[in-house]
């Protein structure tokens, strides 16, 4: 990105209350939803800690030993990028207080078979929340693991009702310069718009978050609802989305439009295609001190490399 990389803070002394002390109805709804979505455990046979017993990563000798243990919340809350709120890591944890996030809806436009309005109220109880504690891996060469609370992005798609010339699907994060201030500057071709192919998002993977931790999601992570793809860059998930809108021809996304020969539309996580500026061999996990390889698809290749079968991998970044 057109940031340098910086080291991650320290686990940081910030509480977590003070974020998102139950601001809104529908949020202590959440809550309540969440201790169930905990206890059930997470999908696809991950065993991982509780994130209450997650303790910071110590020193591995073998990089692998742990990689499915949860980054500390408070080093998940406080690095991060949310643009629209300034281009430091820490940025948005200093910033994103300023968004509103209630009232929130989505608007659902394009090739559907009537435009819609979902509020955020009803998008909470759409279908059951469960947990999935998945791996993110940031374009720059930091990851992290995180547990995410929400249900399969497909849920939300199938009920936008889609045409058949439906093929992509975007998400527009909200781009409001009263609320995010670096959206008055061009530094990236604004709102950000992020998107997909109709069968990645509807791909059992593909995410909708609403918290995480089992919490809400705080500001700077994407509230109220943001986007999940943990086979793809970090940059695939659009934080805070006001828009659904279904196209028929692949979209530029902002990264396409900032930056062409640098990211692509697909964007599937690959140690072997090189970034232009940097090797994408290896990452660094939030909070530890050796790198470890970067896996094809972050790891989730068995799942959805046959979503590529037949493209050239290098179309595919
Ligand atoms: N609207 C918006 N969404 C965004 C971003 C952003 O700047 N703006 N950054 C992306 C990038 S580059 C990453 S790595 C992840 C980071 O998510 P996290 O801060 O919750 O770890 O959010 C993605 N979603
Ligand atoms: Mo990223």
Redesign the pocket.
């Known amino acids: ?1 057109f940031f340098s990389r910086a080291n991650p803070p320290p686990p940081s002394e910030i509480t977590p209350q003070g974020i998102y002390l139950a601001r809104r109805s529908f949020l202590n709804k959440l809550g309540a939803l969440s201790a169930g979505a905990l206890a059930s455990g997470n999908a696809f046979g991950l065993t991982l800690p509780a994130p209450a017993n997650a303790n910071f990563p110590k020193r591995q000798l073998n990089p692998q030993d742990s990689d499915t243990r949860v980054t500390p919340y408070s080093t ?2 406080s ?7 300034g281009p430091d890591k820490d940025s ?1 944890i200093r910033n994103a207080h300023r968004m509103r996030t209630d009232p929130w809806s989505i608007v659902v436009e394009g090739e559907v078979s009537a435009a819609k309005t979902f509020h955020i109220e009803d998008i909470v109880k759409l279908a059951p929340l469960e947990e999935r504690i998945y791996r ?5 060469g ?1 990851s ?1 693991v ?1 547990p995410w609370l929400g249900y399969p992005l497909a849920e939300l798609i199938k009920r936008c009702n889609p045409t058949g010339n439906a093929k992509f699907v975007e998400f527009w ?3 409001d310069p009263e609320q995010m201030p670096y959206t008055r500057i061009p530094v ?1 071709p604004w ?2 718009i ?1 998107a997909l192919r109709i069968d990645e998002a509807m791909h059992p993977l593909s995410f909708l978050a609403l918290g ?1 931790y089992g919490k809400v ?1 705080p500001n ?3 509230a109220p609802l ?2 999940v793809i943990p086979w793809k ?9 006001v828009k659904i809108r279904f196209v028929e021809q692949q979209p530029q996304t ?1 990264w396409t439009k900032a930056s062409p020969k640098e990211y692509g539309f697909y964007s599937n996580v690959n140690p072997d295609i090189p970034h232009p500026r940097w090797s994408q061999s290896y990452e660094r996990r939030l909070g530890e001190i050796f790198k470890r390889k970067t896996l094809p698809f972050n790891g989730y290749a068995d799942q959805v490399a046959g979503l590529y079968a037949g493209m050239d991998p290098r179309l595919t970044f």
């Open positions: 990105m998940v809350i690095y991060g990028n949310f643009y629209e709120f948005p993110l891996r940031c374009v720059e930091w992290a995180i994060s909200l781009a990236l709102p950000y992020e995480m999601l700077q992570n994407g943001r986007v860059y970090g940059f695939k998930g659009a934080k805070s989305v902002i």
